[in-house]
């Protein structure tokens, strides 16, 4: 890729969330995650309005596919309330327009 081509490529928006109470995944203890802004594909199958609704169902289903290190279904089941909350609130955040999201200082 070319200096031009790659000053050019859209950047994928992400944020990194710490956790309140690390996650066990098998033998490594996962303390942040790294969520990075959905495409449409990424949302297949999940209304948005559950997802701005912060349904716990709909993350289930959205954040293995939009987390790095990526989390499974039972990963979302065993996390924290409080941490689950506020990754659901980032990933409301990320289904507002660009401007929204700027105007919101995020």
């Keep these: 890729m070319t200096k031009e081509a790659a000053q050019q ?4 928006e992400t944020v990194t969330v710490t956790l309140d109470e690390p996650i066990m995944h ?3 203890k996962i ?6 802004r959905p495409k449409a594909g990424a949302l297949r199958g999940v209304s948005m309005v559950d997802l701005l609704n912060v ?15 990526t989390l499974t279904r039972d990963d979302v ?8 909350m506020e990754i659901g609130m980032e ?3 990320f289904l507002a327009r660009k401007e929204t999201r700027t105007s919101m200082n995020r």
């Design 9 to 12: 490529a859209p950047q994928i």
């Design 26 to 28: 098998g033998n490594t």
């Design 31 to 36: 303390a942040a995650l790294t969520i990075r």
């Design 91 to 93: 990933v409301a955040a």
């Design 77 to 84: 089941i065993n996390m924290d309330p409080a941490d689950l």
């Design 55 to 69: 349904n716990v169902s709909a993350l289930q289903l959205v954040l293995p596919r939009i987390t790095e290190p």
